[in-house]
């Protein structure tokens, strides 16, 4: 598989991330909140990390050194994959404290 194969494969995998933001909007609006948030607790978080390794996976295995340092650097910020990728990382962490910190109330 080719670099650019590689790159439409990564922007598939960043718009089913917004797809499932999309969801939970709609979601909410038409069933109510309760709804939206069981979304947002549940799919939103695990879609997070599965795009988060397979962002790591193939921009790993780009064959243009340009490209694999272009993916982790400054610039991926600026892209569409670069950007859902580190929105993965932040909604991952903003969670994962979120339970942690709800965990350590009840001990």
């Known amino acids: 598989m080719n670099d650019k194969t590689k790159e ?4 598939k995998y960043a718009m089913g ?8 909007f709609v979601i909410s609006i038409f069933f109510g909140k309760e709804y939206g948030r069981l979304i947002l ?4 978080p695990l ?3 599965f795009y988060i390794f397979i962002y790591r ?4 295995s780009y064959k243009s050194a ?3 340092l272009l993916a ?7 892209t569409f994959t670069g950007s ?9 962490v903003l969670i994962s404290s979120l339970f942690i910190l709800t965990f350590i109330q009840y001990l």
């Open 17 to 24: 991330n917004v797809s499932c933001l999309l969801f939970m």
């Open 47 to 49: 879609y997070s990390i």
């Open 72 to 78: 982790f650097g400054m610039v991926a910020r600026g």
């Open 57 to 60: 996976k193939i921009s790993k």
């Open 41 to 44: 607790f549940t799919i939103i």
């Open 8 to 11: 439409i494969k990564l922007k």
């Open 66 to 68: 340009d490209k694999r």
């Open 84 to 92: 859902i990728y580190y929105l993965s990382i932040f909604i991952f």
